[in-house]
């Protein structure tokens, strides 16, 4: 049974940042690609940021880029968030997830329905 842990959400002030981290368990981590979803009150969840199995490759959403940096520690079987020069329409609850090890591209890796394994999510509020 997969486990997917999310932690380091908080509220932090627009311009600041946070780490998110999440912890994997129950299947080898390094065969598979991650990635972080985002809801916001109301909304469905969104694609944020995503990295390959091998770390290589990372992908995000048009509004992330530049401020997001995903990353990955196959060792320790941890996923990481770094979010910088935050805003408050990045307040949502932010969700880790582990794709389901198919061959995906482009926009199709960024789809819900290619995870299949996703954290309870962490609350993330930026105040302006």
């Known amino acids: 049974q997969v486990q997917l842990v999310e932690s380091g959400g908080g509220l932090v002030q627009a311009g600041g940042s946070l780490r998110l981290s999440c912890a994997a368990s129950?299947?080898?981590?390094?065969?598979?690609?991650m990635g972080w979803f985002r809801q916001a009150p109301g909304k469905e969840r969104v694609f944020v940021a995503r990295?390959?199995?091998?770390?290589?490759?990372?992908d995000y959403t048009a509004s992330v880029k530049g401020r997001f940096t995903i990353s990955r520690d196959d060792d320790r079987n941890l996923v990481y968030l770094q979010m910088n020069n935050l805003k408050p329409e990045d307040t949502a609850v932010y969700y880790c997830?582990?794709?389901?090890?198919?061959?995906?591209?482009?926009?199709?890796?960024?789809?819900?329905?290619?995870?299949?394994?996703w954290g309870q999510g962490t609350q993330v509020t930026v105040s302006s």
């Open positions: 997830a582990q794709d389901n090890g198919e061959h995906c591209s482009g926009y199709a890796c960024q789809r819900v329905a290619n995870y299949n394994y």
């Open positions: 129950g299947r080898t981590f390094s065969r598979y690609a």
């Open positions: 990295i390959s199995r091998n770390g290589i490759s990372t």
